[in-house]
């Protein structure tokens, strides 16, 4: 396994350090411009941080403030910023062939490597399809759908983060990202998640029997429900915008077997959790189950932008030749760099996933240890380094606390990126760079433990 000193050099060692109030000067006038001149986007009204220079795990801003990233810029940065391996690699091909719309050697590589670290099942034996974004990725994964079954309608889940353009938008149910771009793609469904601590039933698990999993099956299967004419089921194998949830291990299983009873397609949607980032090349991978297709994104690609869909190779003959033209999909420069992040990924010798779900395991006990003692830790959850910690005013009612944006600038004062998620926005979610040193983590934890402790009275209000 790879050394905890050799992670320390990847990043920048004497992060945090903080010189100025946040956002600094600089970082404030470029805030300005950005208000007036660029479209907002979110994050970068999460955390009003100008980023200037990134390294491995850390970040530094335009007025030389140095971060702790906890965000890998939302799980992109699976093996951090500018890894030397991957800097190499783009002073290498980008001194050949960048920009290509043809086959090239780059892309034709990384197909095959894709195809070799799929799940089971779909492993060397399946096709890809390269796209630029999530969002992108999963439009080709509801149009090669319906083009694979000859059926038009589509069940995702409550909580479900895929995107937002059309169809990614119809299947994403946060308010916020679909208030007033309607009417969306039609035919769309949504079934409870199994999200155990805020049971659609009220049930606990496993005394539950899986009721969720049951009402999916009742709603593909049952005669009567409204719901036919289904293409795929897409399902995100943990869930992220919607509070980093990870079902209990039948849930898949039998969401499965219920789309395998009616002939339906199974998506796993893995661009938020795949690429090593739970302790497993792919998140699916935990729960036995193998998708039909699979749909990557962020870490894969890390330093450059490449995503892309996974198709089992059965359906191959289903989807005419040029069906699907996105004029940068084979860029070699993004290419070779995904080709890097996935040899770094799965280096035997270094371990970085295996690594993720041990560190991952003593991060988890971190905060389960907290919150014995704590007013407002209601449910830390997750797999690897896709860590959650939902907050409550009230453990017993789990009312959600509604001060969540005060511990994160405290965060940020003291050199320390976090974002929140799910649909009440009161859930830490931890996604570090999986070459992140245990120092510094444990450092970053131990800033947030102790502001949850000292805040949460006031949070608890």
């Not at 530094?60 to 991957?86: E, M, Q």
């Not at 511990?407 to 070459?435: A, E, H, S, Y």
Request: aromatic residues 8%; proline residues 6%.
């Amino acid at each position: 396994m790879i050394s905890e000193e050799e992670l320390a050099r990847l990043s920048y060692p004497d992060a945090p350090k903080v010189i100025t109030k946040i956002p600094g000067p600089i970082a404030q006038g470029l805030l300005d411009e950005s208000d007036r001149y660029d479209t907002p986007t979110g994050a970068d009204r999460t955390a009003p941080i100008v980023w200037d220079q990134g390294l491995g795990a850390t970040v530094k801003d335009v007025d030389g403030n140095i971060f702790i990233d906890l965000t890998s810029g939302v799980a992109v940065s699976s093996v951090g910023r500018l890894h030397p391996k991957v800097v190499e690699v783009i002073k290498e091909q980008s001194a050949k062939l960048m920009h290509s719309i043809f086959i090239n050697p780059m892309s034709v590589e990384l197909a095959k490597k894709l195809s070799n670290v799929m799940p089971e099942g779909l492993r060397d034996q399946c096709f890809i399809c390269y796209t630029l974004s999530g969002s992108t990725a999963i439009e080709v994964a509801i149009k090669y759908a319906r083009a694979i079954t000859g059926k038009k309608n589509f069940i995702a889940f409550q909580g479900a983060y895929h995107g937002v353009w059309q169809g990614s938008l119809a299947l994403t149910t946060s308010t916020l990202a679909r208030s007033g771009y309607g009417p969306l793609m039609s035919g769309v469904f949504h079934a409870p998640y199994g999200y155990c601590y805020r049971c659609f039933a009220h049930l606990e698990y496993p005394n539950c029997g899986l009721e969720c999993a049951k009402y999916f099956d009742h709603l593909l299967n049952a005669p009567g429900t409204g719901v036919d004419d289904v293409a795929a089921v897409i399902a995100e194998p943990i869930q992220g915008e919607g509070g980093y949830i990870a079902p209990p291990p039948e849930f898949f299983r039998m969401i499965k077997a219920a789309c395998d009873k009616k002939g339906t397609l199974f998506i796993a949607d893995e661009v938020q959790s795949g690429a090593g980032r739970t302790g497993k090349m792919w998140a699916i991978e935990h729960y036995g189950v193998v998708p039909d297709m699979l749909v990557f994104g962020k870490g894969v690609g890390g330093d450059q932008p490449l995503a892309g869909v996974a198709v089992s190779a059965g359906f191959r003959d289903k989807l005419p030749a040029g069906s699907q033209p996105i004029t940068f999909s084979r860029n070699a420069l993004s290419c070779a760099v995904a080709l890097a992040n996935i040899d770094i990924l799965t280096d035997s010798d270094a371990d970085l996933i295996g690594r993720a779900r041990k560190l991952g395991e003593e991060i988890k006990n971190k905060f389960v240890e907290a919150a014995k003692d704590s007013k407002v830790i209601g449910e830390v959850r997750g797999k690897g380094l896709m860590i959650s910690v939902e907050l409550v005013k009230n453990k017993e009612t789990r009312e959600p606390v509604s001060k969540l944006p005060d511990i994160l600038k405290k965060c940020w004062d003291q050199g320390i990126i976090v974002f929140p998620c799910g649909p009440r926005r009161n859930v830490l979610r931890l996604m570090p760079p999986l070459t992140i040193s245990r120092a510094q983590l444990n450092k970053a934890i131990d800033v947030l433990l102790d502001l949850l402790r000292e805040g949460e009275d006031d949070l608890a209000r």
